[in-house]
């Protein structure tokens, strides 16, 4: 089964810097990679998608990923980061008929 | 449309009992999966149901089961509980599957507390 790993589980940032979330993932098959938000409060939604294609995806509210396969990886960027972006993110991996996600980044954006 | 809805949002059991959680997915949903997720782990696939058969199963011991109705409704079943098992159980529809098509839709989960 394939397996996702997150880094820098907590990120402290202040508004305007830039965030990059690391997500690299084992499985050497076809997959198709997701990044969800959970707000304070609210439910898990959707952040944004990569099924082919331009490897470079934009999602919601100015965030962005690139999938590099070479280096199994789906890291989320956004260039600059605002007080309402703070949640905790999860990357995922649909692999071998299950989508497995990794244990999350908890991000907090000081204004 | 009405999102995913998930009853109880609350409960509180002591070790040994069992429990029962309800997920009613998004209107013409067929497929429903079941997470596990606690602090420092994320979340854990348990299990996803599509047209009432389970079709995946994550790496949970056989305490936990689930079912899923015709109408697309699905339960999901913890017996014997341990302290361990306290976590947030969510419900997750989408069309087809997870990652087939598109995204899943995350209902708000239910908080089971065991003591």
């Known amino acids: 089964a394939q397996s996702v790993s997150q880094h820098n589980h907590h990120v402290i940032l202040s508004e305007a810097a830039s965030l990059e979330l690391g997500c690299n993932y084992s499985y050497g098959g076809t997959v198709n990679l997701f990044w969800y938000v959970q707000y304070p409060g609210q439910h898990l939604q959707l952040l944004l998608k990569y099924f082919s294609g331009d490897p470079l995806v934009k999602g919601i509210k100015g965030f962005e990923a690139e999938f590099i396969k070479s280096k199994f990886s789906f890291n989320l960027r956004k260039p600059s980061v605002q007080w309402s972006d703070t949640a905790e993110y999860f990357c995922?991996?649909?692999?071998?008929?299950?989508?497995?996600f990794g244990k999350g980044n908890q991000v907090v954006v000081i204004p | 449309k009405a999102g995913v809805t998930q009853t109880p949002r609350y409960l509180i059991k002591t070790r040994g009992q069992q429990v029962t959680l309800s997920c009613s997915p998004i209107s013409g949903h067929r497929s429903v999966s079941w997470y596990q997720q606690t602090p420092g782990q994320g979340l854990q696939f348990l299990f996803e149901y599509f047209s009432e058969t389970q079709r995946n199963k994550g790496n949970f011991p056989g305490r936990f089961s689930g079912r899923q109705f015709s109408n697309s409704r699905s339960e999901m079943n913890v017996s014997t509980l341990e302290l361990g098992d306290s976590a947030l159980y969510l419900c997750?529809?989408?069309?087809?599957?997870?990652?087939?098509?598109?995204?899943?839709?995350f209902g708000e989960g239910s908080r089971l507390t065991v003591l």
């Open positions: 995922a991996v649909y692999g071998n008929n299950r989508l497995a």
């Open positions: 997750a529809s989408s069309l087809d599957g997870p990652g087939i098509a598109g995204e899943l839709f």
